[in-house]
């Protein structure tokens, strides 16, 4: 009896000491190391490959299609317009997005870990902040662009020149790294005084009321507010000229070359308006969102931030079902004809006349 007793002491130790184990193993730390760690969420292996897969894929895709924009706009010089040149800087910021920003967003939403050091997070929420920011800055400047160009025609090539498109662009993305870096320095000093989150592995940051009334004017209200009206105005009045247009057809009459140029630019104005719309609709509810401490709107709000991340990728997809120009200047880039002389000089508006 007391043999027995014994052993069924010993397997009864043993079972403890594997549930112990199994209790151990089920929680995992970022830094098993240190006591503060954060706790890691664990994924199953075809978890970790098909999410490791599908944000590869995305930024390979963002990187590669914005890649085009940038190529097509920079070569071409009959592309070297001022309305281009801003959808040439919001290419470059899309195409950082899908370069920096998605890699790193998809580790630590995978991981659940940051395991880049406090001053890797401290640069990467300064970059986060001013890509953002300058994409939103450079939709505004296009929509007062096209704002000259469907309701003053007149006055546009006069007021808005190449040169004063570039100063704008360069202007816009200083300011946003002046204003993030301040944004985003300050906050963490706020951070580190007034942290709660005590875990060692998690990059988030904190905003005080303040910088986040100054941040919600700036940041939000301010640009979308300038947007829907812009676009407003620009529609109403692109309206009236095409059924001006369409009806001076209609009737038989000659269309003199400045209500075809109107027209032209109306379109323009009606993917570039695509564009702003899709974005506002990713930005306006994660900014909304964002703030909020709450768990579930958390969560909601790092699907709305994801949905920003992947309208990087869309618009080059805009532009290729909407721009005839953007098609012929991938054809010659995928064909390699850029690297024929004089390329820079063809004409990629022509083929489709």
């Known amino acids: 009896m007391k043999a027995q ?6 397997l009864q ?5 594997f549930m112990a184990y199994e209790t151990e193993d089920q929680t995992q730390y970022c830094f098993p190391a240190i006591n503060s760690s954060c706790i890691k969420r664990r994924h199953s292996r075809y978890e970790y490959d098909f999410m490791y897969l599908f944000f590869s894929v995305l930024s390979a895709c963002t990187v590669f299609l914005n890649l085009l924009v940038i190529i097509s ?3 071409f010089k009959k592309l070297h317009t001022p309305t281009n040149l801003l959808i040439l800087s919001l290419a470059v910021a899309d195409l950082l997005i899908g370069l920096i920003v998605v890699p790193i967003e998809a580790i630590r939403l995978i991981e659940t870990c940051w395991y880049f050091g406090d001053t890797y997070c401290g640069l990467f929420q300064i970059t986060l902040a001013l890509l953002l920011s300058t994409s939103l800055s450079t939709l505004t400047f296009i929509a007062a662009d096209r704002y000259m160009a469907v309701c003053h025609p007149l006055l546009y090539p006069q007021k808005i020149t ?11 993305w200083f300011c946003s790294s002046v204003y993030n870096t301040a944004l985003v320095s300050t906050n963490r000093g706020f951070n580190i005084i007034n942290r709660t989150d005590k875990c060692y592995g998690k990059c988030t940051i904190m905003i005080n009321f303040i910088w986040r009334v100054i941040d919600m004017l700036l940041s939000f209200l301010l640009p979308c507010t300038l947007i829907i009206t812009l676009y407003l105005r620009i529609f109403y009045v692109a309206y009236k000229q095409v059924k001006i247009i369409n009806s001076q057809l209609k009737g038989g009459k000659c269309i003199k070359e400045g209500s075809v140029r109107r027209k032209s630019e109306s379109k323009a104005t009606l993917t570039l308006g695509i564009i702003v719309t899709v974005y506002l609709l990713c930005y306006i509810p994660y900014f909304i969102l964002s703030p909020s401490e709450n768990t579930e709107m958390a969560s909601t709000s790092t699907t709305l931030l994801w949905l920003v991340y ?3 990728g869309l618009n080059p ?6 721009y005839p120009w953007f098609k012929m200047s991938v054809k010659h880039i995928l064909t390699l004809k850029i690297f024929q002389p004089a390329s820079s000089l063809v004409d990629v508006f022509t083929v489709y006349h």
């Open 73 to 75: 706009i920079s070569h």
């Open 310 to 312: 992947v309208n990087s």
């Open 162 to 172: 190449t040169t004063k498109t570039i100063m704008i662009i360069c202007l816009c």
């Open 317 to 322: 997809l805009i532009y290729a079902l909407f």
């Open 5 to 10: 007793e014994k052993q069924q002491n010993k």
């Open 13 to 17: 130790r043993g079972k403890d000491l």
